[in-house]
C-alpha cells in the first residue's frame, strides 16, 4: 500500500480505524442481500444524501480537534436556511441571498468564536446558548411555516449535474479538499492542531491563540452557511425543523471516523468514511425495509461499535 | 481462503438478511413519526387493507420524528427499489414537494393522505377536513357551555398544517358564540406533557375557565390530567377520537372528540393505490365526513384497530 | 510587603468563591421573580409558587443524578430516551399487574440497569461518555419505539396517580419527592466518602486513582445513579400525565442538561453542587411560567432559554475571576 | 577589561496582581558564555525568562542589545534579537510532525497564497536535526517520542531561529545520565559556535560542572553574580535560601530492618519489565536506582496496582495483592507519584480536601463523610508535616513545590500506610525543602514503616537507603547492601558497558 500523498501525522498511528472496518463490513453486507444496492444509481444517491452532513461534519472535525465543539451548527444551518429562503424570495437575488445565508454563518460563528475565546465560556455552553437563539430567531422569523415559493434556479444546486456526477457531489468533494487543503496545507490548519494539542506552543510561537480560536468557530459557520444552500436547494424551502439535531448526528460521524475529544487527534478522512458510513447504513436498512425501530437502534449500535474497535486497536 | 469467503459471506447474508421482497405487488407507505398513535393507526389501516386485496405494505417511517431531511432520503431510497405504489403522509405539507416530484419523475403512483401535499401529482387525496372537524367538534362544546363563558385553545406545533387548521376551526365556531370569551391559545405542541404544563400555568391566570378546545387528543387528555390536579371543572374536547379518547368519553371526563379517523383513511388510501394498479377506476378525493364522537356514538369506537375491518371505497364515498 | 498577610488576603477571596457564586445565583433567582411579579399580579400566588416548583421537581430529578455524571467531567446524553424507555415498560408492568410497585420498581430498576449499561461502555470499554451515551440514547430509543409500536399506555390506578398529581398539605407530592431528593443527593455528595471521591475524580481521575479510589467502580455507580434518576423522573411523569408514549422523554435531555449548568456546576468536572441544580432548574421552569402567564409567543422560549444559560455561565466565569 | 555584552537587561521590574515578582533585576549575558541562573522556586527566575523572551511585559526596565537600548514588547521583538527558550514543559505539539513543531508559527509559505511548502519545511527540518546531530526522520509525529528525542526537538527549534541566546529551564530534569551527557556535549557545540546560553538549574554539581558565570537570585531580586572558581556550593546555596543550608544530608542511625513488608516475585508486566524480584523490610530505606526509562517508575505503578502484570507475585505483609489501587491503599501502601501536578494532586481541589483524600475509608469507616472531622484529621497532618498553608480551603495550586510534596506524603498518612513508594520525591524541589523531604522519610521508617525510594540522583540513593537495587532496561541487574551503596558502583551497575 503506498503512503504517498498521506502525511504520518494524518494518521492517528495508535488506531488502526474502526471506522473502514466497519464501512467495508457494512458495504458488503449489504452488497449481498439488497440487490438494488451496489448500483451505480444508489451509490450516487447515498453519497448525495450525504453531503449535507458532511459540510457540517468537515468544520466540526476541525472544532473538535481545538477540544472544542459546535452544538449550534445545525440550528445555524436552519437560520441561514430561511434567511437564504426569504431573501431570494424577496429579492430575486440567489446570489444576494446565498451571501445573506453565509452572513447568518458569520455572525454566529464570530459570535461563538468570541464568546469562546474571549469571554472564555466553555464550547459546549456557549454553543448550547447560541443554539437556543438561532432555533428561537427561526421561529420567530417563520411562525413555524415552511417557506416556500423559492425560485427553481435554487433547486437546480441539489438536483443538477455536472458531467454526470451530481452537484450536491462536487460541492462536497470541494468542501473536502478544501478543508484538507486547510487542515494539512496552511498556517491555519498547523495551528488547529497546536490549539488543542498545546496551545501554549501558539503563545510562545507568537501567534493569538484567541484570533485563531475564532477563526475556526467562523470556519464551523461559514460552513454551516453552505449547508444551508445545499439544504434549501434539496428542500426546495427552508423549515424551521430542517436541521435540528445535525449537530449531533455530524458530532458522532466525527466521533465514528477516528477524531479524539482530546489533544488535537484528528483525522478528516475518517470523519468523511463516519459519513458515509452512516449514509450506508441507512440506505441499506431502508433498501432491506427494516423496520423503523430496528434501524435507529442499529444507528446506535454502529456508533458505539466503531468506537469499541478503535479503543481495542488503542490499547495494544 | 476461498472458503473463508463462502463463510464470511454466508455469516453476512444470515446477518443482514431482512424481510425480502417478494413477487407481488409492494406498496411503500410513509408516515411521519413512530410515536403518535395516529400514524400507528394509518399503518394498521394500510396493512388490513393491503391484507385484504392481497398485495404487501412496507412501511416508511424517519427515525427521527417528523424528520424532513430524513423522509426525502427515505423517498430516494425507496425509489431505488422501485415499489408498485406510495402511499405518503408528508412530514411537512409544503417541504416535501420536491420529495413527490422525485417520485412522480420515477412514474411511481402515489396517493396522498391526511396531510393535502401543496404540490406534484398524485392519484387522490384521502383525508379528513381538519377545519370542518375542528369547527363541528367545537361547536359541540360551545353547546355544551350553554354558548357563553370562558375557554382556552391548545394548539399542536406552531405551523403545522394540521393545527393551523384544526384551531381555524375552533375560532370560527367561537365567532358563532359571540358570548363566549377566548382566554388564550397557547401551543403545546400536540404533547400531552406540554399540555398539562401549559394547562396549569394558565389556571394561575384564569380562575374560571369553562372549555378547552385541544387540537388533539394528547392534548386534551393533558388538560384533564391538570384540571383534577387542581380540582377544577372544565369540559374539553380533542381531535383523533383515539382509544384512550373513547375510553374518557365513556368515563365522561371528555366531552367529545373528532373523529380524525387514521385507519379509516389507511384503508382507503391503500385500496385506490391497488384499484389504480389495476387500472380500476379511483375518485380524485375522498374526504371523510367530519363526525364528532361523543358519549351518545362511541360505541363503534371501542373496538381496537387491529380488529377492524377496512371499509370499501364504494362504503365511504356513498355516505 | 508581608508575605503572610498578602496570602491571607488572598485566601479570603478563594474561600468567598463558593459563595459569591451561590450569591449571584441566587441574586438572579430574586432579580428574576421581582421582574415577573410586577409584570404579572399571579405570579407570587401561593399557588402559582407551588406550581412552579411541581413542575421544576421533573426537571431537576432528571439533572440530579446528571449532576454527579458531569462533576465526573463526564456527559449522559441518554437521560430522555432512559426516560421514555423506563416509562414505557412501568407503565406496562403497572397495566399488567396492576401493581404500582412493582411499576415504580420496574421504572428504577429499567433506569438503573441503563445507567449501569452506559457506566460499562466508559469504564470498561473506554468509549468518551459523549458518545457513548449518544449511541445508547438511539439504541434506548429503537427498543423504545420497537416496543411500543405506535401506541399509548394509559389509565393507571390512583394510588400511582398520588406520586404526580396528589397533594399533602396543600403540596403536590412531586415537590416532597424533589426536596427528598435534594437532601439525599446533597448528602451524598457532600456528607459521603463516596461521594468527595466523586469530586476527587472529576478533579483528577488519575490523582484519584493513584489514591486508592476505585475509579471505575465510582464512575459506574453515577452513570447507575443518573440512570435510576431518570427512571423515577419517569414515574412522576407517568403519574402526572397517566399515560406513556413513545416521544415522552424526546425534548428532556438538553434542558436537564441546562439545567446542570445554569446551576453552577462545570462541565470539566469536579465543582458544583446538587443544590445549585435546584436553583437551575427553578430558573428554567419560571421562564417557562411566566412565558405562559404573560401570554407571550412560544417561538421565544428557545430563544431565551439561550440566553439564560449563556448569562448564568458567563456570571459563574466572572465570578470566578473575581475570586481568584 | 570591558565587554560589550550581547544582550543586557536593567533595572527590570514586574508585579502580579498581590506579588512583586522581580525587583529592579539586570542581567547580562556574554557571546559564547553558559550562564548559570539558579534561585529557589518563586525567586522570579520564570518570570525574568518570561520578559526576556516577550512572553510578558515588564513593568520598569530597559534592554540593550550589544550595548544599544532596544525594546521587548512581544515574543516576535524577542526573536529578532536571536533570542529562544526551551521551557520545562515542551511547547510541543503532539499531532504534528517533527518538522512542523520546529518551525511553529514560522512556516515557509509557498507559491500557493496562504499555502505551506511542506517539502521545504521538511529539508529545513532535516537540516537543523543533522546540525545538531538528531539522526530522525523530521516526519516523525512528536507524540511517539520519548522526552529526551522531544527536548532534541526543542533545541533544533530554537537553533532554527538562529538563536544568538539560548535560555534552558531545567534541560536535564527528565534526562538519563547518557542524554545528559550528549546535551551537555551540544551545549559545549553551541557554546564554541558563539551561542549564549542561560541556563537554570537546581542542580549544583551542574552549576558548577557547565557554568561560565552564576547569577542568584532571591525574593525578585538580584543576590549575586559570581564565578564557579570562586564560590563553593554551600556559599551558594546560603545565597539562594538565604540562610545556611546543610547540603549533604546526614542519615541518622536507623533501628535495625524488622519483618519483610514487600515482597516481590519474579514480577512482569506489558509496561516493560520482567522478572523483578525485591524485598522491602519494616524500617529500611531501600532505594531502586537506575536510567531514565530503566522501568522503575513502571515497577512502582505494578506493585501499587495501578498497571497490569502478566506474571509474578506481590506480597504485603505477607499477604498476596496486586491489579488494584484500593486494595493496595486499603492494606497500607502508598505511592507518591513521580509527577505530583498531574499525578499526585488534584490542583484545583484544596490542601484539606486533597489531604484526606486517600484516607477517606480509613478516616469514615461508616462511608459517611463529616467536614468537621475531615478539617481535624488535615489539620493535623499540616502541623505534623509543617505545610506552610495559611487555611485548608486554598487550592493546592497554590502552594510550593516543598509544600504540594508534603501535601502528598500527608494524604497516605491518615491512610495509615505503612509501605510508601516514593518516585523522585525531590524532583523540582528547592535545595532548603530538600533536606526536610529526606527528614519526612527518615521520621516515617523511625516509625516502623517501610520505603521504596526510586531517584535519578544516585547521590541521594547513596545518602538516603540503607541499601539499594538498580535497574536496567526492564530488569533489576544487582543489589547493593549498604556498605556496597556507592556512586560509582551504581553507575556501573546501571549503565552496560
Known amino acids: 500500500m503506498s503512503t504517498r500523498g498521506f502525511s504520518l501525522a494524518a494518521l492517528p498511528v495508535a488506531r488502526v480505524p474502526g471506522v473502514a472496518i466497519v464501512l467495508v463490513v457494512l458495504c458488503a453486507g449489504f452488497g449481498v442481500t439488497s440487490p438494488g444496492f451496489a448500483t451505480p444509481a444508489n451509490i450516487a444517491n447515498i453519497l448525495t444524501q450525504s453531503t449535507i452532513l458532511l459540510l457540517l461534519a468537515l468544520p466540526m472535525t476541525v472544532i473538535i480537534m481545538t477540544e472544542g465543539l459546535d452544538l449550534s451548527i445545525g440550528a445555524v444551518l436552519t437560520f441561514a436556511s430561511i434567511v437564504l429562503a426569504v431573501t431570494v424570495i424577496a429579492t430575486g437575488s440567489p446570489t444576494l441571498a446565498f451571501l445573506a445565508a453565509l452572513g447568518v454563518g458569520l455572525c454566529f460563528g464570530l459570535g461563538n468564536g468570541v464568546l469562546i475565546a474571549v469571554f472564555d465560556i466553555p464550547p459546549f455552553i456557549t454553543t448550547l446558548g447560541t443554539l437556543g437563539i438561532a432555533q428561537g430567531l427561526s421561529l420567530l422569523v417563520t411562525d413555524g411555516q415552511s417557506v416556500v415559493g423559492i425560485p427553481r434556479s435554487i433547486e437546480q444546486i441539489y438536483s443538477g449535474t455536472a458531467a454526470g456526477i451530481p452537484f450536491p457531489i462536487i460541492i462536497a468533494a470541494l468542501a473536502y479538499f478544501i478543508t484538507h487543503a486547510l487542515l494539512y496545507h496552511t498556517r491555519f490548519g498547523t495551528y488547529v492542531f497546536a490549539l488543542g494539542g498545546n496551545r501554549e506552543a501558539l503563545r510562545v510561537a507568537g501567534i493569538s491563540v484567541r484570533g485563531m480560536l475564532i477563526r475556526v468557530y467562523v470556519f464551523g459557520g461559514l460552513m454551516a452557511g453552505f449547508a444551508a444552500l445545499l439544504m434549501t436547494a434539496r428542500l426546495n424551502s427552508a423549515h424551521p425543523t430542517a436541521g435540528i439535531g445535525m449537530e449531533f448526528d455530524a458530532i458522532a460521524a466525527v466521533a465514528v471516523g477516528g477524531t479524539s475529544f482530546e489533544r488535537g487527534n484528528g483525522w478528516l478522512l475518517g470523519t468523511l468514511l463516519g459519513v458515509i458510513a452512516v449514509g450506508v447504513l441507512r440506505n441499506g436498512l431502508n433498501l432491506l425495509a427494516v423496520p423503523s425501530s430496528v434501524q435507529v437502534a442499529c444507528i446506535g449500535a454502529l456508533v458505539i461499535v466503531a468506537l469499541f474497535i478503535d479503543g481495542m486497536r488503542a490499547e495494544r | 481462503m476461498k472458503y473463508l469467503a463462502i463463510s464470511v459471506t454466508a455469516v453476512l447474508t444470515a446477518l443482514f438478511s431482512g424481510p425480502a421482497f417478494a413477487d407481488d405487488e409492494t406498496i411503500a407507505v410513509f408516515t411521519k413519526n413512530q410515536t403518535n398513535p395516529y400514524f400507528q393507526a394509518v399503518r394498521v389501516g394500510t396493512e388490513t387493507a393491503a391484507k385484504a386485496l392481497g398485495v404487501k405494505v412496507i412501511q416508511y417511517v424517519p427515525t427521527k420524528p417528523d424528520s424532513i431531511p430524513e423522509q426525502l432520503s427515505q423517498v430516494e431510497d425507496v425509489i431505488v427499489k422501485k415499489p408498485n405504489a406510495i402511499v405518503f403522509i408528508p412530514v411537512d405539507y409544503k417541504a416535501l414537494v420536491p420529495a413527490v416530484e422525485k417520485i412522480n419523475a420515477a412514474g411511481i403512483p402515489v396517493t396522498n393522505i391526511t396531510d393535502r401535499s401543496a404540490g406534484g401529482n398524485f392519484v387522490a387525496f384521502v383525508g379528513a377536513d381538519d377545519y370542518s372537524i375542528g369547527l363541528s367538534v367545537a361547536r359541540r362544546l360551545l353547546k355544551a357551555i350553554g354558548g357563553k363563558g370562558n375557554v382556552i385553545i391548545l394548539e399542536g406545533v406552531k405551523g403545522s398544517l394540521t393545527s393551523t387548521n384544526r384551531v381555524r376551526g375552533f375560532n370560527d365556531a367561537m365567532k358563532e358564540n359571540p358570548d363566549v370569551k377566548l382566554l388564550a391559545s397557547q401551543p403545546a405542541n400536540f404533547q400531552r406533557l406540554n399540555a398539562l404544563q401549559v394547562m396549569e400555568n394558565l389556571m394561575q391566570s384564569f380562575p374560571s375557565i369553562d372549555g378547552v378546545l385541544a387540537a388533539n387528543d394528547p392534548m386534551a387528555v393533558g388538560a384533564i390530567e391538570a384540571l383534577e390536579g387542581a380540582n377544577r371543572k372544565a369540559l374539553v374536547i380533542g381531535i383523533n377520537g383515539s382509544k384512550e379518547a373513547v375510553e374518557l368519553i365513556k368515563s365522561g371526563k371528555l366531552l367529545a372528540s373528532g373523529d380524525f379517523n387514521g385507519f379509516i383513511q389507511g384503508c382507503i388510501g391503500t385500496e385506490i393505490a391497488v384499484r389504480n394498479l389495476h387500472k380500476q377506476p379511483t375518485p380524485k378525493e375522498v374526504m371523510l365526513k367530519p363526525i364528532v364522537i361523543d358519549k351518545t356514538n362511541f360505541t363503534p369506537y371501542e373496538m381496537p384497530v387491529e380488529q377492524r375491518a377496512c371499509p370499501t371505497l364504494e362504503q365511504i364515498v356513498s355516505n | 510587603m508581608n508575605t503572610a498577610a498578602r496570602t491571607a488576603v488572598r485566601s479570603r477571596f478563594t474561600l468567598s468563591r463558593d459563595v459569591m457564586q451561590a450569591f449571584y445565583r441566587l441574586l438572579g433567582v430574586v432579580l428574576l421573580c421581582a421582574i415577573l411579579a410586577t409584570l404579572s399580579d399571579v405570579f407570587l400566588t401561593t399557588n402559582n409558587i407551588l406550581n412552579v416548583l411541581r413542575q421544576s421537581a421533573l426537571l431537576f430529578l432528571m439533572a440530579s443524578g446528571l449532576t454527579l455524571v458531569i462533576l465526573t467531567a463526564g456527559l449522559d446524553l441518554s437521560i430522555g430516551a432512559n426516560v421514555a424507555l423506563s416509562a414505557c415498560l412501568a407503565a406496562s408492568v403497572i397495566k399488567i399487574t396492576g401493581s404500582p410497585l412493582l411499576g415504580m420498581a420496574t421504572g428504577i430498576g429499567c433506569g438503573a440497569v441503563i445507567g449501569l449499561a452506559n457506566g460499562i461502555l466508559v469504564t470498561a470499554l473506554r468509549i468518551p461518555s459523549f458518545i457513548a451515551t449518544y449511541g445508547m440514547m438511539w439504541m434506548l430509543t429503537g427498543v423504545t419505539y420497537y416496543y411500543m409500536a405506535g401506541e399509548t399506555i394509559h389509565g393507571f390506578p390512583p394510588e400511582f396517580r398520588q406520586l404526580g398529581s396528589g397533594y399533602l398539605l396543600g403540596v403536590p407530592m412531586p415537590v416532597y419527592v424533589m426536596v427528598l431528593f435534594l437532601l439525599i443527593g446533597g448528602l451524598f455528595a457532600q456528607r459521603t466518602v463516596w461521594g468527595q471521591q466523586i469530586y476527587a475524580i472529576g478533579a483528577n481521575p488519575v490523582t484519584a486513582r493513584l489514591s486508592g479510589v476505585p475509579v471505575e467502580r465510582r464512575l459506574v455507580l453515577v452513570y447507575a445513579v443518573s440512570g435510576a434518576m431518570a427512571g423515577l423522573a419517569s414515574l412522576i411523569i407517568l403519574a402526572r400525565i397517566n399515560s406513556a408514549q413513545g416521544d415522552i422523554g424526546e425534548d428532556l435531555t438538553l434542558p436537564a442538561i441546562a439545567a446542570v449548568l445554569v446551576g453552577g456546576t462545570s462541565l470539566f468536572g469536579g465543582s458544583g453542587t446538587v443544590a445549585g441544580t435546584l436553583i437551575g432548574a427553578l430558573i428554567l421552569t419560571l421562564v417557562l411560567n411566566a412565558m405562559n402567564l404573560l401570554q407571550i409567543n412560544s417561538s421565544w422560549q428557545p430563544l431565551v432559554t439561550g440566553v439564560i444559560v449563556l448569562l448564568a455561565v458567563w456570571i459563574d466565569t466572572r465570578a470566578r475571576r473575581i475570586g481568584e | ?497
Not at chain 4, 327 to 355: C, F, H, W, Y
Request: aromatic share 6%.
Open chain 4, 1 to 497: 577589561m570591558t565587554v560589550v555584552p550581547l544582550f543586557e537587561l536593567r533595572g527590570i521590574s514586574k508585579e502580579f496582581p498581590g506579588v512583586k515578582a522581580l525587583d529592579d533585576v539586570s542581567f547580562e549575558i556574554r557571546a559564547g558564555e553558559v550562564h548559570m541562573l539558579v534561585g529557589e522556586n518563586g525567586a522570579g527566575k520564570s518570570t525574568l525568562m518570561k520578559i526576556l523572551c516577550g512572553a510578558y511585559r515588564a513593568d520598569r526596565g530597559s534592554f540593550f542589545n550589544n550595548g544599544e537600548p532596544v525594546t521587548i514588547h512581544d515574543s516576535t521583538a524577542a526573536r529578532k534579537f536571536g533570542i529562544a527558550v526551551i521551557f520545562q514543559d515542551f511547547t510541543l505539539v503532539p499531532y504534528l510532525d517533527i518538522a512542523q513543531n520546529i518551525f511553529l508559527g514560522r512556516e515557509f509559505s509557498s507559491r500557493l497564497p496562504g499555502f505551506i511548502d511542506r517539502r521545504r519545511i521538511h529539508a529545513e527540518a532535516k537540516r537543523v536535526l543533522d546540525m545538531i546531530g538528531f539522526d530522525i526522520d523530521p516526519r516523525m509525529p512528536v507524540h511517539g517520542l520519548g522526552v529526551a528525542q522531544q527536548q532534541m526537538v526543542e533545541i533544533a527549534k530554537a537553533l532554527s531561529q538562529d538563536a544568538r541566546i539560548l535560555v534552558m529551564d531545567e534541560p536535564t530534569a527528565a534526562l538519563s545520565d547518557r542524554e545528559t551527557e550528549l546535551l551537555f556535549a551540544m551545549i559545549a557545540r553551541l557554546k564554541k559556535n558563539g551561542v549564549a546560553i542561560i541556563y537554570i538549574s537546581h542542580r549544583l554539581s551542574e552549576v558548577f560542572a557547565l557554568g561560565d558565570r552564576i547569577t542568584v537570585l532571591r525574593d525578585g531580586s538580584n543576590i549575586a553574580s559570581l564565578l564557579p572558581a570562586e564560590t563553593t556550593p554551600d556559599q551558594l546555596v546560603t545565597l539562594m535560601v538565604g540562610r545556611p543550608v546543610d547540603t549533604t544530608y546526614t542519615r541518622p542511625s536507623r533501628p535495625t530492618p524488622g519483618a519483610v513488608v514487600l515482597d516481590v516475585k519474579n514480577l512482569s508486566g506489558p509496561s516493560g519489565f520482567s522478572d523483578i524480584n525485591l524485598t522491602v523490610r519494616a524500617g529500611e530505606i531501600v532505594g531502586l536506582s537506575g536510567l531514565v526509562g530503566s522501568g522503575r517508575t513502571e515497577v512502582a505503578r505494578a506493585i501499587f496496582g495501578a498497571d497490569r502484570v502478566t506474571a509474578g507475585e506481590i506480597r504485603l505483609f505477607g499477604e498476596p495483592i496486586g491489579g488494584s489501587t484500593e486494595i493496595s491503599a486499603l492494606r497500607g501502601m502508598a505511592l507518591i507519584p513521580e509527577n505530583r501536578k498531574t499525578q499526585g494532586l488534584a490542583l484545583a481541589r484544596s490542601v484539606g480536601d486533597n489531604i484526606v483524600l486517600a484516607g477517606l475509608r480509613k478516616l469514615f469507616p461508616s462511608g459517611f463523610f463529616f467536614p468537621g472531622r475531615a478539617m481535624k484529621a488535615a489539620r493535623a497532618i499540616i502541623e505534623k508535616l509543617r505545610i506552610a498553608t495559611p487555611t485548608l480551603r486554598r487550592p493546592v495550586a497554590t502552594l510550593s513545590g516543598g509544600n504540594q510534596q508534603k501535601v502528598v506524603v500527608g494524604k497516605w498518612l491518615n491512610a495509615d500506610a505503612r509501605f510508601y513508594i516514593f518516585d523522585e520525591p525531590t524532583r523540582g524541589i528547592d535545595v532548603g525543602a530538600k533536606a526536610e523531604i529526606f527528614r519526612l522519610l527518615d521520621g516515617l521508617v523511625h516509625n516502623g514503616a517501610a520505603i521504596l525510594m526510586i531517584s535519578s540522583e544516585q547521590i541521594e540513593i547513596v545518602h538516603i537507603c540503607d541499601r539499594a537495587y538498580v535497574m536496567r532496561s526492564g530488569r533489576i541487574v544487582g543489589e547493593l547492601a549498604h556498605h556496597e551503596l556507592t556512586e560509582a558502583n551504581i553507575v556501573r551497575l546501571g549503565i552496560h558497558q
